[in-house]
C-alpha cells in the first residue's frame, strides 16, 4: 500500500518565477491537505482539497493556489516566487469520512528561492 | 482561534534517561489531539493520538494523556534511545475542519 507520494524531492526557482509542485494521496483518502514548513517552524496550514474543491484555506496569498483530479491527486501552484517562500511543502492526506483528523504526511518538497 | 504551545528545544538526554515534552493547547469544541514526529531530512510521521478527554494515545513506548481541564497533552517516554533523537511535534484538530494546527516543534537530542 503505497503511502503519500510527493514530486520533485527537492527544486530551486529564481524569485518571480512559478512553481508546480505534485501530491500524490494514500490509497482510500479522498482529501489532500498543503502545509508550509519554514526551517526550524511547525507546518503551516495553506489549503485543503476535497471533491475537487478548496474547502479550507489558511493565511496565504492568493499567490498560492492548487487543484485536485479526479483520481483525487493534487498540485500546489505558487507565483511571483519570493525569498520567504522558501520552504519544506509537505502533502497530507486523509478520509474525508473517517471519524478521526488523522491525516498521512508525505516526504516533502524541499523549495529554495534565490 | 486555535492555537498549540510546546517547550522549547533542544531537549538533550543520555540514553535510557526519561523523556517529558510539554504540550498545552487552545481550542473551542473538543479537538482531537496528536504527537508527530519528524526525522532529518523527512517527512512528518504520527507517533500517537488522542481523539477525547482522558484517553491515553501510546505507541513505541512513548504516551500522551489528553487532559482538558489543564488543556494538554504531554509527551512521555521512559527509557529513550538514540534513536529517538528528531522534532517532536504536538497538533490538534479541531471540530469540522480537517486541518491540523501545529506547535514549533521540540528537538530531542539523545546522547550515548
Known amino acids: 500500500d503505497a503511502g503519500v507520494t510527493q514530486s520533485p524531492t527537492h527544486l530551486i526557482k529564481t524569485r518571480g518565477q512559478q512553481v508546480t509542485l505534485r501530491c500524490s494521496p494514500k490509497s482510500g483518502h479522498d482529501t489532500v491537505s498543503w502545509y508550509q514548513q519554514a526551517l526550524g517552524q511547525g507546518p503551516q496550514f495553506i489549503f485543503q482539497y476535497y471533491e475537487e474543491e478548496e474547502r479550507q484555506r489558511g493565511n496565504f496569498p492568493d499567490r498560492f493556489s492548487g487543484h485536485q483530479f479526479p483520481n483525487y491527486s493534487s498540485e500546489l501552484n505558487v507565483n511571483a516566487l519570493l525569498l520567504g517562500d522558501s520552504a519544506l511543502y509537505l502533502c497530507?492526506?486523509?478520509?474525508?469520512?473517517?471519524?478521526?483528523?488523522?491525516?498521512?504526511f508525505g516526504p516533502g518538497t524541499r523549495l529554495t528561492v534565490t | 482561534g486555535n492555537s498549540v504551545t510546546q517547550m522549547e528545544g533542544p531537549v538533550t538526554l543520555s540514553e535510557e534517561a526519561f523523556l517529558t515534552i510539554n504540550c498545552t493547547y487552545t481550542a473551542t469544541g473538543y479537538p482531537s489531539l496528536f504527537w508527530y514526529v519528524q526525522y532529518p531530512g523527512e517527512g512528518l510521521q504520527l507517533l500517537l493520538k488522542a481523539t477525547k478527554a482522558d484517553d491515553k494515545g501510546s505507541n513505541k513506548g512513548f504516551e500522551a494523556t489528553y487532559r482538558k481541564e489543564t488543556t494538554s497533552f504531554h509527551l512521555e517516554k521512559g527509557s529513550v534511545q538514540v534513536s529517538d533523537s528528531a522534532v517532536y511535534f504536538c497538533a490538534l484538530g479541531h471540530t469540522g475542519r480537517r486541518a491540523l494546527t501545529f506547535g514549533s516543534g521540540t528537538r530531542l537530542q539523545v546522547q550515548p
Open positions: 497530507a492526506s486523509s478520509d474525508q469520512g473517517a471519524l478521526s483528523y488523522e491525516q498521512y
